[in-house]
């Protein structure tokens, strides 16, 4: 047979194709998509925007430490000693690191020795996403900004941006550190970013964060997009503070001090 | 007598690079696939209707990665934590509150078929397995 340049183009096409059939007919028949489908049980909570007012009239050291106990525990934070390795989500501060601009030399005692509960602030305007290079840093729906530790690279770029110190790096394996772990909740790896998630796997289910649960009436947590909810209230009725408000990251825990 | 000796040298060669494959064919035991165990206390306790995984069996062996890695989307970034399976079931979509709970095995059920496989999944790197948590061995 005469075989010319376009007979042989033909008959290649022609001889491609038909293994492609081939190869798509013989391939196994079992379905790659994931054909279940999800449901919020609480009914899409869009209207919802988490916040947190902490009364520093009612809340104590002895408070904060329980705090900081069962939200560690829970949440498997490891527990490391040194300052520069620490990983914490909740912590105490005195209130001239919190406050420093509203701080003056003749304050009273009793406001400097007081450990000021702090965490991540959940900013409305949040650095720390804007710059996540891989977006493992995002504010959900209801306004809580948290952290998807599959994606985390460990750039800490977030770190350098937050201008409140809420994150922590593993600068070591966390397992090593974790007296006893909790089941039911994962432990984040070497080289991740993590903080304070405001407890979004118990919001998810309808319960209070850990904390707001343990302090009582020191710590309000609601739905500050409505304006009848309790810490709606708290936030109309008393003077509350932000830290550094005129940065305009716009926090959403207050401090009634 | 020059060209035997070439002979010879390819028919060496060609059986050197070849020993993967008849090796493997020699060996059935190395290719067979593994046996994975159902026996935990949960699953040991489950009868009837209720002796199902989340979704198809078959599903399941070829797709669980797909799987968890939608749940970890919606989970993690959409906030819907319940899933709906394909018979209606509702699950909470969890690795470590739901997909342990039954296989509580780590060592002889998901190490199994990942070593076979020869795959590194870096779930455990978070994630707790029930043998570290002190579950059911």
């Not at chain 1, 925007?49 to 934070?77: P, R, Y």
């Not at chain 2, 059920?109 to 570290?132: G, I, Q, R, S």
Request: hydrophobic residues 40%.
């Amino acid at each position: 047979m005469e075989m010319n340049r376009r007979k042989f183009l033909k008959l290649g096409t022609a001889a491609v194709a038909g293994l492609g059939v081939a190869a798509a007919s013989t391939s196994p028949a079992v379905a790659a998509a994931v054909n279940g489908s999800y449901k919020n049980a609480e009914g899409k909570q869009n209207d919802v925007t988490w916040g947190m007012v902490i009364d520093m009239n009612k809340m104590d050291n002895e408070t904060l430490n329980k705090c900081i106990e069962a939200c560690h525990k829970f949440h498997n934070v490891p527990n490391i000693d040194t300052k520069k390795d620490e990983v914490k989500w909740i912590w105490g501060e005195p209130f001239e690191h919190l406050f420093l601009d509203e701080t003056h030399e003749k304050m009273g005692e009793k406001f400097k020795d007081k450990n000021f509960m702090t965490i991540c602030n959940h900013c409305a305007e949040p650095v720390c996403v804007r710059v996540c290079p891989v977006k493992a840093t995002f504010m959900n729906a209801q306004g809580v900004v948290g952290m998807d530790m599959h994606r985390c690279l460990g750039c800490r770029n977030c770190m350098a941006a937050c201008p409140y110190g809420a994150r922590s790096f593993n600068y070591k394996a966390p397992r090593d550190y974790i007296e006893e772990i909790n089941p039911s909740y994962p432990t984040r790896m070497k080289g991740v970013v993590e903080k304070c998630n405001f407890c979004s796997e118990r919001l998810a289910v309808g319960e209070l964060p850990l904390c707001a649960e343990i302090a009582g009436a020191a710590i309000t947590f609601g739905n500050i997009a409505d304006p009848n909810s309790g810490v709606s209230k708290k936030l109309a009725d008393n003077f509350t503070l932000q830290r550094r408000s005129n940065l305009g990251t716009k926090p959403k825990v207050y401090y009634i001090v | 007598m020059k060209k035997t000796n070439v002979i010879i040298g390819i028919v060496i060669f060609a059986i050197l690079v070849t020993v993967p494959f008849w090796s493997a064919i020699l060996s059935p035991a190395s290719g067979a696939a593994p046996e994975v165990s159902f026996d935990t206390p949960v699953i040991n306790q489950l009868s009837g209707d209720d002796y199902k995984c989340v979704e198809d069996v078959e599903w399941m062996r070829a797709h669980h990665m797909d799987l968890l890695s939608d749940w970890k989307v919606e989970v993690v970034r959409e906030g819907t934590r319940t899933y709906i399976a394909e018979d209606g079931t509702e699950y909470l979509a969890s690795l470590q509150n739901t997909c342990f709970e039954c296989h509580s095995n780590y060592e002889d059920f998901c190490l199994k078929c990942h070593t076979y496989a020869d795959v590194n999944p870096t779930c455990w790197e978070c994630h707790v397995e029930p043998t570290v948590a002190g579950g059911a061995a």
